[in-house]
């Protein structure tokens, strides 16, 4: 779905005029801000076709070299100029004050989690650099989620307009709140583990 999604993206923004797939109203908003969109879209696909990759063992043991270059990619090109284009392109946001908000705060935390991971990992806290970067793929991962709330609310016949301020959290706050879950099961199940060993 990663790939679909970024294939998509690269596909449609290369290859077909300028918002011609999205709301009259997004469109224009897109046309007024051609480089801000073009920015968010070519460096957000970077980051969700490489993010991926940085999660295999394999890869980090055998190659690390390739995926610290892949990480500077992803942190550098994915969620610096992705997160900074997302940030300014939220402020046109379809959806009114709530899909403004929805993806301001999206962005923001986009950029926080990277920076966050890319901090641990200079200096040498590669414990708490996984976990920041599982918190920033999941946030990632909003340009998939975010397809499918739009798909599934078209589909039940929402209204675009009210489906969309919804969305515009629903595609991340429940990405972000099962990653931060996820990370306190391990966390616990760890400790569980070494009291019945100790």
Known sequence: ??????????????????????????????????????????ASSVALVIG??????????????????????????????????????????????????GFASLALLWLYTGLSAYLAVRRGDISEHRKWMIRNFSLTLAAVTLRIYLSASMVAGFEFTKAYMVIAWLCWVPNIVFAEWRLRFNIAKNKALQRASG
Do not use: C, D
């Open 1 to 42: 779905m990663v790939l679909g999604v970024a294939g998509y993206a690269v596909f449609v923004y290369s290859f077909l005029p300028l918002g011609s797939l999205v709301h009259p109203e997004m469109k224009v908003s897109f046309m007024a801000n051609k480089i801000g969109i073009y920015s968010h879209i070519f």
């Open 52 to 101: 991926p990759l940085q999660f295999s063992t394999k890869l980090r043991q055998k190659h690390t070299n390739v995926h610290r270059w892949l990480g500077r990619v992803y942190l550098g090109v994915g969620i610096l100029i992705g997160g900074v284009s997302g940030l300014y392109m939220s402020q046109f946001a379809f959806g009114g004050l709530v899909g403004k908000l």
